[in-house]
């Protein structure tokens, strides 16, 4: 990299030290009054990126308004949390109960200390709150397809609703893959056999109903939003199968749907933020996931929205620990993560000084509008074999701001045993 040097020294007048709550001072008066405000990770296992997102989205509900939260994970489970925080009629007992449905794998995602936390705290701010609308907390994701199957037959049998016998029918159809996603999309996929036409008419009739019922009940929207996954699921196996950047693309449109759905339903003036992996937050266009054909949640939010009314913010640390697994569906295992590779984002950040900083960009400076790599580590994740973890990137144009760990620690899950390498 030619121009390093230069980057280190831009950092450097540029960044903003970060050493607690009060130092997210300048990032917040930068989000201004955006509707969404989307937080990124680099991994799905360090501490830090929760801790500081917790914070920031604390502060953006107390301080601006912010309506609720949605994540990367499972709408069932995320579903719990969130009647717990609101603290329904039967709502779990207590915060640990609320995580209780965070047992499919990567169960630490969620089922950890840094989101009991959180927890917590929603539960006593909605308390506390004189407002009659409570902030709520939801999962975007699109992989609960029984899951979510399940929650939809189990309320409408609960309230003997009329489009019990429409979700049955839609449901049978799932039936002979026994609960193995990989099976139905190759059934899909090339045999022939989807059940598409049945759950996006379920979906329709959910619809209508929320419309012609009352509209700020929330267990017809998680009906409606179960439903959703079901469509976009089965769309999701089905596109797996062949390959190709239609999977991804998939996903994170049902995400920003979801998003929608969730939005609308909080009404007018509702505000959103949004805990994802950088690669889903971070603008697509600013990565080497354009030429593949790839877009993300990032860029579909903004190019929908309007670039003003969105406000993404990336994290990356230079070395420490991180929760992971060495296979799909592996153990949970606490890793070393390495120093940032030579002149990697993560490298400059550090060689601008070795501590924690924010970084607010001017998408006009022309001195970071080079690419640069930039790290990303997933659930599944080798140290040994770094190289193809960093994903090119115009850090500028992908994010608003960047938080940066110096050294960063792996998170906490809750009871579970966790391995050591």
């Known amino acids: 990299m030619a121009n390093s040097e230069s980057v280190v020294d831009k950092i450097k007048e540029s960044s903003i030290p970060l050493r607690s709550a009060a130092d997210l001072d300048p990032l917040i008066q930068a989000i201004g009054d ?39 994970g499972d709408w069932p489970s995320c579903y719990t949390l969130n009647r717990y925080v609101k603290q329904y009629n039967g709502a779990a007992p207590n915060p640990r109960e609320a995580l209780r449905d965070y047992n499919r794998w990567p169960t630490w995602m969620w089922a950890n200390e840094e989101i009991l936390q959180l927890t917590e705290w929603l539960h006593d701010y909605n308390r506390s709150s004189s407002s009659k609308t409570k902030i709520g907390f939801y999962g975007i994701d699109v992989y609960s397809l029984w899951e979510s199957m399940d929650e939809i037959l189990k309320h409408l049998e609960k309230t003997g609703s009329p489009e019990l016998e429409t979700a049955r029918k839609a449901f049978a159809c799932f039936d002979p893959y026994n609960r193995e996603p990989q099976n139905y999309g190759v059934s899909a996929a090339f045999l022939s056999e989807s059940c598409e036409e049945e759950v996006v008419q379920l979906l329709r009739d959910l619809q209508r109903k929320r419309q012609l019922s009352d509209k700020r009940d929330e267990a017809l929207l998680s009906d409606e939003l179960n439903a959703l996954v079901a469509v976009n699921a089965e769309r999701y196996y089905q596109s797996m199968v062949r390959g190709g950047p239609e999977s991804w693309n998939v996903r994170d449109q049902h995400m920003v749907e979801a998003l929608d759905r969730i939005k609308a339903f909080h009404g007018q003036g509702a505000k959103a933020i949004v805990w994802e992996h950088n690669t889903h937050i971070g603008d697509a266009r600013a990565t080497d996931m354009l030429e593949d054909g790839m877009v993300n949640v990032g860029q579909l939010v903004r190019e929908k929205y309007g670039e003003d009314r969105v406000y993404a913010i990336g994290f990356g640390t230079h070395r420490g620990t991180v929760i992971a697994s060495d296979e799909w569906g592996g153990e949970m295992i606490t890793m070393s993560v390495p120093e940032a590779r030579k002149d990697s984002w993560e490298d400059l950040m550090h060689r601008a000084g070795a501590f924690d900083k924010i970084l607010l960009f001017d998408e006009q400076d022309l001195s970071l509008s080079e690419p640069i790599g930039h790290r990303a580590i997933g659930v599944v994740y080798n140290p040994r074999r770094e190289r193809g973890n960093y994903v090119p990137s115009v850090l500028p144009h992908r994010y608003n701001a960047f938080i940066h760990i110096e050294e960063s620690h792996a998170l906490s899950p809750l009871n579970q045993e966790v391995l050591h390498i």
Do not use: C, N, P, Q
């Not at 989205?57 to 309506?67: D, H, P, Q, V």
């Open 34 to 72: 955006a509707d969404f405000v989307l937080l990124g990770e680099a991994s799905h296992g360090t501490s830090e990126f929760y801790t500081w997102r917790a914070e920031l989205s604390k502060r953006l509900i107390a301080e601006k308004g912010f309506s609720f939260i949605a994540v990367e």
